[in-house]
């Protein structure tokens, strides 16, 4: 054991974790390393039975069940063609509209993200649907790409989202008020940037114009109805199967997981895609990312074990609370950081990384729990946009890297990111955006 002062450990900490980063070692195992280096100097080999009881204690969290089943849920929606129907179906509703395509694609992002949960589906879909399209009638490339990652990364707040059950498992907080508080401030995102991309295109006709008239009087009003009926009707029963029994306290999170999945496996055997091979492919792809949230998981809680263990929470409690900005000057700094630490790490490594540290803050400064989390939550979206290390741009850029330039992504997704810091600050005047809906919905 070395003695070291609990202000040069949490600086070296966090060195070092910045260092892994930038040379482009995996999180897991940056985290993981950390933990055993720090806990050698720490306490020596004993270290490791610490760690032992902390990895268990993450294994052991029934909740956790919930991620791999939406993620399953989520896979076989991605092969049941859903996105595809409601996208064509909202084109001709939306069609006449400047900017319709767009519209399109973030109310379509909007459902589709509720069925989901994962950035990844609805980026790369939503991408490989639209940018044709967009292609064709001349829309503007910026607010293209930039509407598409936007709306793709509702999916981190719209229930059923992975990122929400580890926050509640974090937080200790109901998965059920979690999902519920989110709701809101994602349909509050979502009128925003339809609001940005109308304004725009009415101002300039020419960033989004309407589809031609010949393709819309080529299907009648009926025709229509019936395609945004035929596919609108099966991901609302998806979504009601599993909010609504999560909701009226019929399911447990996990158990409405798993109802997700059964609903989901019935949608794509009604859709009439089910393959063997497109099941074996979404079983390995569950596996593929359950095993890395696992991973970084584990590698996390030890992490955060040691790094508390060293006094290093109080060290930077101490450090922001001695800034002496107040309440709400704390608050705004605590986001500031996950702002800019979104820019390099992933929104589980942020999760894990702070909570153990804000949250007490946050509960010394009398906040609301709750809405402190989905606060988080709110301003993390920004973390799949923001370069550069934004997922969202990585994923619009991989559907056809050879005519997508990086360059229009980036400038796209600027307005975007300033609506989501608009958001932002409007659910902190009025917290019952967050608040209202899990006070009626659950007790």
């Known amino acids: ?36 280096i720090f806990g050698l100097i720490g306490w020596g080999p004993s270290i490791f039975y610490v760690f032992m009881n902390r990895i268990w204690g993450t294994m052991d969290n029934y909740v956790l069940l919930a991620i791999p089943l939406f993620v399953f849920m989520a896979q076989l929606l991605d092969q049941s063609g859903v996105a595809d129907d409601l996208f ?79 926050m509640a498992s974090e937080a200790t907080l109901s998965v059920g008020k979690l999902f519920a ?35 819309r009087a080529g299907v009648t009003s009926g025709q229509i109805a019936i395609m945004v009926l035929k596919s609108l009707v099966p991901p609302m029963i998806l979504i009601l199967g599993v909010l609504g029994s999560l909701f009226f306290g019929i399911a447990t999170p996990t158990e409405a997981s798993g109802v997700g999945a059964f609903l989901a496996f019935v949608m794509v055997l009604a859709y009439r895609k089910f393959t063997w091979r497109g099941l074996y492919r979404a079983v390995i792809q569950t596996a593929k990312i359950n095993t890395m949230v696992i991973i970084i998981l584990c590698g996390a809680t030890c992490f955060t074990g040691v790094f508390l263990g060293v006094g290093g929470g109080d060290v930077v409690t101490d450090f922001v609370m001695g800034l002496g900005l107040g309440k709400w000057g704390t608050f705004w700094t605590m986001m500031a950081i996950v702002f800019v630490l979104g820019m390099f790490i992933d929104w589980i490594g942020i999760v894990l990384i702070c909570f153990p540290i804000f949250l007490p803050i946050a509960q010394q400064l009398g906040f ?5 989390v989905v606060m988080i939550a709110v301003n993390l979206q920004s973390s799949f946009l923001t370069p550069p290390f934004g997922y969202a741009l990585f994923y619009i850029k991989g559907i056809d890297p050879a005519t997508i330039d990086i360059k229009d992504v980036y400038r796209g997704i600027v307005p975007f990111v300033a609506l989501m810091i608009i958001g932002l600050v409007a659910c902190a005047l009025f917290p019952q955006i967050i608040t209202w809906l899990p006070g009626i919905l659950i007790d």
Not at 368 to 372: I, P, S
């Open 1 to 36: 054991m070395i003695d070291i002062s609990p202000e040069m450990i949490t600086i070296l900490m966090f060195a070092g974790l910045l260092i892994g980063l930038f040379m482009g070692h995996p999180l897991a195992f940056v985290l993981g390393g950390l933990a055993v």
């Open 88 to 166: 064509k179906a909202l084109r001709y509703v939306l069609g006449r509209v400047r900017g319709g395509i767009l519209l399109a694609v973030i109310v379509v992002s909007t459902i589709f993200a509720a069925c989901t949960g994962i950035i990844g589906a609805s980026v790369v879909t939503m991408g490989l649907l639209a940018v044709p399209m967009m292609r064709k009638y001349g829309y503007d490339k910026p607010m293209s790409y930039g509407a598409i990652c936007a709306g793709g990364t509702l999916g981190i707040l719209i229930p059923p989202s992975i990122m929400l059950v580890i």
């Open 368 to 372: 609301d729990m709750l809405w402190f």
């Open 181 to 215: 508080a989110a709701i809101l401030p994602r349909i509050l995102l979502s009128i925003l940037y339809l609001l940005y991309v109308g304004i725009r295109c009415f101002i300039k006709p020419e960033l989004g114009p309407p589809i031609s008239e010949e393709e």
